[in-house]
């Protein structure tokens, strides 16, 4: 049992670094939950257009992680070896990354917005089309000015959390949260005096809240640079050794290409869902909010599996990172099915806050209690992707994650939903099972050891 249950001083750690994260992403999805309460609170429409601009907006987000995530790889390795000078060059590469996401995000976002609401609306027995286009668009114009605040964000809580800081990023996104929810309810509403500005109002709230946590978390880095040496300097230059950045990019660019290509199928899936009409378009929607704030534990535990593991690699501490990855994974799984038994419990409860009809609703409970029942798998299979990824296995993470999204997701429920008969309960159903296959091939894959390798040098071998 000692190899798959820690001792008190494993636990310790691992909920130092996860519970901050969990904090954080558990407060954002709580205030997004009640965000979405409140658009929801006005009508269908408004939700579905809300929702369908916020599928667009996680494929930028995600690409964005996916961006930052293979320099993060070595940031975390690079802090194991206490290498600030190469965390500085990795925060370079990043801001750089970050910068030439967003261009593109403006680009395509506030160049075809329009286009790509458009895909998602199919008649159905709930909703107005021209009305959720209309409010879609709204949201999305106002939305374009939160992209550059939210990637320098995630530039620098991303290099805080490799370099052991994981309370601080938490702090900025509770206060950034905060400022969300008081300005969404003034604003929505129009208390105080101030105007009835619906989900004008919501998006207006977001792009404040993302100014405010980008003021906390960049002030906050640059008045402690003995805490974070890194910061010391960042800016001086933007020069970066060429043999970090063929690294990097070596190691990062599957990344890169994985959760563009990841985002962008669900963003397909959702709209094949749409086609059975706005309904599945609302109830996927509650149905991701709520279990968004139960997700949490596992995504947490994903990341914490990498941050630990990278800096235990980049110490050179194979055994131990070995035996540590085993004993977080069976821990994420204990974790996810406790909760998704809660989730289950609970899912008929949730759907009913909303103003929507009573077909939205029962949808709504269903998906919410397969997303629970499947909760261990996405726990387990999550844990993987990070092992996988902190030593430098990213071409296979790659096959692991979108390969298997775009070879078998897809085309199933491409095929039930254009081929069959099938209402969208049974296949949420069947498509959510491909992650036990995902999960089998994870086991096969860390059976093997292949990730378990240190991939950086000191940076004044490579300056």
């Not at 114009?141 to 320098?152: D, E, H, K, N, S």
């Not at 929505?188 to 009835?196: H, L």
């Not at 008045?223 to 190691?251: E, K």
């Not at 535990?301 to 110490?315: S, V």
């Amino acid at each position: 049992m000692n190899r798959f249950i820690g001792d008190r001083k494993f636990y310790r750690k691992v909920l130092t670094v996860t519970f901050p994260i969990m904090i954080q992403n558990g407060v954002t999805n709580f205030v997004g939950m009640l965000d979405n309460i409140m658009v929801g609170r006005i009508g269908t429409d408004q939700m579905s257009g809300v929702a369908i601009v916020n599928q667009l907006f996680f494929v930028f987000n995600i690409c964005i992680f996916g961006a930052l995530a293979g320099a993060g790889i070595l940031g975390a390795q690079y802090y194991g070896k206490a290498d600030y000078e190469g965390i500085r060059h990795v925060f370079r590469f990043k801001i750089i990354c970050a910068a030439v996401m967003v261009a593109l995000g403006l680009v395509i976002l506030g160049g075809f917005g329009g286009q790509l609401i458009s895909l998602y609306l199919h008649e159905g027995s709930a909703g107005n089309l021209e009305d959720t286009w209309i409010y879609g668009s709204q949201y999305l114009q106002i939305m374009l000015w939160g992209l550059l605040p939210f990637a320098v964000v995630q530039t620098y809580s991303s290099t805080l959390r490799e370099a052991g800081e994981t309370v601080m990023p938490m702090i900025a996104s509770v206060c950034a949260v905060g400022v969300n929810l008081v300005l969404n309810y003034i604003l929505i509403f129009g208390r105080f005096g101030a105007p009835v500005m619906g989900v004008r109002g919501a998006a207006v709230a977001t792009v404040i809240s993302r100014l405010v946590e980008l003021s906390i978390i960049v002030i906050w880095t640059h008045t402690h640079s003995v805490r974070m040496p890194f910061a010391a300097g960042v800016y001086r230059s933007l020069y970066i050794p060429g043999a970090v950045i063929r690294q990097t990019v070596r190691v990062g660019l599957p990344l890169l290409v994985n959760e563009a290509l990841w985002s962008c199928g669900m963003a397909v899936m959702t709209q094949f869902y749409s086609v059975r009409g706005l309904e599945v378009v609302a109830g996927l929607n509650i149905s991701n909010t709520i279990s968004n704030v139960f997700n949490v534990v596992y995504i947490a535990m994903g990341t914490g599996t990498g941050i630990i593991l990278g800096q235990l690699l980049g110490a050179g501490k194979v055994d131990q990172a070995k035996d540590e990855d085993r004993k977080m994974i069976v821990f994420a799984v204990v974790l996810c099915a406790a909760l998704g038994v809660g989730l289950f419990l609970l899912a008929p409860l949730f759907p009913r806050i909303y103003n929507t009809e009573e077909e939205v609703r029962q949808l709504a409970t269903g998906l919410i209690r397969v997303t629970a029942v499947f909760m261990p798998v996405y726990g387990f299979y999550n844990c993987a992707y990070f092992t996988l990824r902190a030593g430098g296995k990213t071409g296979i993470t790659f096959l692991f994650d979108s390969g298997i999204l775009w070879a078998v997701s897809i085309p199933l429920l491409f095929c039930l939903i254009y081929f069959t008969s099938l209402s969208v309960l049974p296949v949420f159903i069947l498509v959510q099972s491909v992650d036990i296959f995902r999960s089998i091939l994870g086991i096969a894959l860390l059976r093997k050891g292949i990730w378990a390798r240190t991939i950086v040098v000191g940076t004044k071998q490579v300056a």
